[in-house]
């Protein structure tokens, strides 16, 4: 959600060189908490004057210290104007803070707060400032605090006035601190001072919903790893930070001619944050500048919803696909010169070397370790090519001809980089009756009784599918155990801040550690942009960690996010899914709802749904909600309006337990897709499914 805040300001107000957001390291000790504050630079005012930058202006404007950094520039604009409004009455009380440090669980119920008060005041002597907190006063000069260190001091001073604060351990072993503050209150009066003239933006600042809420500066997670506290301090801000700074460093090498570190720290960036229009067309600028027309393709291919809103984007990509053809075409044509790379992975995972097989079967394959883009994987059955693909599903279905005892299955993968890598299995086989072949197709389902339920215990015969009113015999059924590959798409828009972001926090972490070793998961944040905290992998913990920081933010780039999961999860094998949290409607996506129904129209990931209560102000959002409910329907999933947010580990359960929960059939078909009507009818309950990509 974009807060529609007006602020009355020509320009950026900049009184320092830096945004921050604070660190808060902690120490354990004898059963106590003692927390200190550490200013951590965010993104320098250099980098966000630089226009080829994709920061948004909101975000410097309402989030972490920006009211911070405004008190700075109206405290200088009073101290040139003390001869109009002092009228012998200093020192003056200007604004007001209140601030919020908590220590809290993992579901962020608060376990101990502290809550205090700072003013800011315009001192008596010339070039002063005070902060005053309790009985306690700390005078700065006004002038010094465009100085980097003399800023981080007065923010220690007006942040935290004091060294250190001490809370009870209460023998835990994890728990949360974080700091928030409300928008500063005024507490000069317009009737008695010509302030309002001098700075016409204060007047507001009491104003609007960024009052209602309160803003994020930093939050620590501090847990116990064998025997000793380990911490996250502000994890998910320091990863928004090191992403500005790698294209900060892509542009220098851009301007200094230095093209290839410039594309190796671009792809770096868009392995962050994968939907940056600005980004993705200056790589496409730099590959087609290398004569790397393949390279150029690909990206285009990968994120054509958002080049069609980049000038040129798209007008080379049918001469890009020509040539990437051309160029294919002629490395297949010398592939038997290819030499064997030993190092890349591949193996036949169905059926096993020497498994017994009957009728119609599927070779599947797993394929890692390649530097270089693929080719063609071509797929035999004694040495007849029953398939070829260039991508994920790594599958081919073949049939057992009778009259043979046994049968080679063959895989081979090819390389741009003239090399190539292979592998073979033998399979028993079982004489059978012939079958006429026609269009197979695989279908996921998951079958419930009642709302809540799932039933895993029913077999073959307790199925029925039915195509365009006609029922069809299913040739091959299983419960399946695929591993999981799990996209999980966290909104930090500034409507979850608060209960709803700590208890998806949890979730998230509750969900993770029910993952099996063999399971994959990703971990995207989308608010005004999108962030992979996480990339796919099965360092549940870690990920785990990481979510337990995340800082509410500004708008929402749901539609953005959807499409990165859905690109990241074609490149992967077995149950694709992706689970999103979200309490609104998208505010900030360069692309649209179109283009991500078409998107998991070419996929067989499913959508899991979890629609947060109403935005910060208690509305809801029903366009918003109406779109998940959609997608989650469409890709046979469920979305879930989550009543209560305390219980949205639950619901993560029920999806957990429904992931395992599939069952694998497949049938005949003569009909196309398009005119293809399916219905999985199962005993004793109802069934839901998903038709897997072909």
């Not at 920061?55 to 101290?79: F, G, H, K, N």
């Not at 049968?407 to 993968?413: D, H, I, N, P, T």
Request: proline share 3%; aromatic share 10%.
């Amino acid at each position: 959600m974009r807060i529609g805040l007006l602020l009355c300001l020509s320009s950026w107000v900049w009184a320092t060189d830096f945004m921050y957001y604070m660190e808060l390291p902690v120490q354990v000790q004898e059963g106590q908490i003692a927390v200190q504050l550490k200013p951590a630079p965010f993104v320098s005012f250099e980098t966000l004057k630089d226009d080829r930058q994709n920061i948004d202006r909101a975000m410097v404007e309402l989030s972490l210290d920006s009211a911070l950094r405004q008190t700075v520039y109206l405290m200088r604009t009073l101290e040139r104007n003390r001869g109009t409004i002092m009228a012998n009455k200093a020192p003056i009380e200007i604004l007001s803070f209140k601030w919020e440090l908590a220590k809290r669980d993992l579901t962020g119920k608060p376990e101990e707060v502290y809550e205090y008060e700072t003013t800011l005041v315009l001192g008596a002597e010339e070039n002063q400032g005070l902060i005053r907190f309790e009985d306690k006063e700390f005078a700065f000069t006004l002038n010094d605090l465009t100085d980097q260190a003399a800023y981080e001091t007065y923010l220690k001073h007006l942040i935290f006035p004091f060294e250190s604060k001490t809370f009870a351990l209460n023998n835990q072993d994890a728990f949360l601190v974080d700091l928030y503050f409300q928008w500063p209150k005024v507490l000069v009066k317009e009737s008695e001072f010509n302030v309002f003239d001098l700075f016409p933006s204060l007047i507001l600042w009491n104003k609007g919903p960024i009052t209602k809420i309160k803003i994020h500066l930093g939050t620590t997670y501090a847990h116990l790893d064998s025997g000793q506290w380990s911490q996250e301090n502000s994890t998910y801000l320091a990863r928004h930070k090191q992403a500005i700074e790698l294209y900060e460093q892509v542009l220098v090498n851009e301007q200094n001619n230095r093209v290839n570190q410039a594309i190796q720290g671009l792809e770096e960036y868009l392995q962050m944050v994968p939907t940056d229009k600005k980004a993705l067309k200056l790589l496409m600028d730099l590959y087609l500048s290398e004569e790397m027309e393949d390279e150029a393709y690909s990206l285009i291919s990968r994120f054509q919803p958002i080049f069609a809103t980049i000038r040129d984007g798209l007008t080379n990509q049918k001469s890009l696909a020509a040539e990437a053809s051309q160029k294919r075409n002629f490395l297949l044509g010398k592939r038997r010169d290819f030499r064997r790379d030993r190092k890349v992975e591949l193996k036949i995972t169905a059926p096993e070397n020497m498994d017994m097989v009957t009728g119609k079967t599927y070779l599947e394959f797993a394929l890692a370790a390649h530097d270089a883009p693929i080719l063609q994987i071509d797929c035999y059955a004694d040495e007849e090519l029953i398939g070829s693909m260039t991508e994920p599903p790594f599958r081919a279905a073949f049939t057992s001809n009778g009259g043979q005892r046994s049968m080679e299955l063959r895989v081979m993968a090819y390389f741009e980089n003239e090399t190539y890598q292979e592998a073979r299995i033998r399979v028993r086989t079982v004489d059978v009756d012939e079958e006429e072949w026609v269009n197979l197709v695989p279908v996921r389902t998951v079958v419930t009784a009642g709302s809540r339920k799932f039933l895993t215990d029913l077999n073959q015969e307790d199925f029925k599918v039915f195509e365009n009113g006609k029922e069809c015999k299913i040739e091959h059924f299983r419960k399946d155990q695929s591993p999981l590959r799990v996209a999980i798409l966290i909104d930090t828009s500034i409507s979850m801040f608060g209960e709803k972001l700590y208890n998806a926090q949890y979730a998230v972490h509750s969900f993770l550690s029910k993952l099996q070793p063999e399971d994959r998961a990703e971990i995207y944040t989308f608010d005004h942009r999108v962030l992979r905290l996480a990339p796919f992998s099965n360092h549940f913990d870690v990920m785990g960690n990481q979510v337990f920081t995340l800082s509410p933010q500004l708008s929402t780039s749901l539609y953005d996010a959807i499409l990165a999961a859905v690109d990241d999860l074609n490149g992967q094998n077995g149950n694709k899914v992706i689970i999103i949290v979200s309490d609104g409607s998208d505010s900030s996506s360069v692309s649209t709802d179109i283009h991500v129904t078409q998107a998991l129209q070419r996929s067989s990931a499913m959508v899991y749904s979890l629609i947060m209560p109403g935005d910060f102000l208690g509305q809801s959002n029903q366009l918003g909600n109406l779109f998940l409910e959609e997608i989650a329907k469409y890709t046979g999933s469920i979305a879930t309006k989550v009543r209560k947010v305390r219980d949205l580990d639950q619901e993560f359960d029920q999806i957990y337990e429904e992931l395992k929960s599939f069952y694998y059939l497949d049938y005949y078909s003569k009909a196309s897709k398009g005119d293809r009507e399916i219905q999985i009818k199962a005993k004793g309950g109802k069934a839901r499914h998903r038709v897997i990509a072909q």
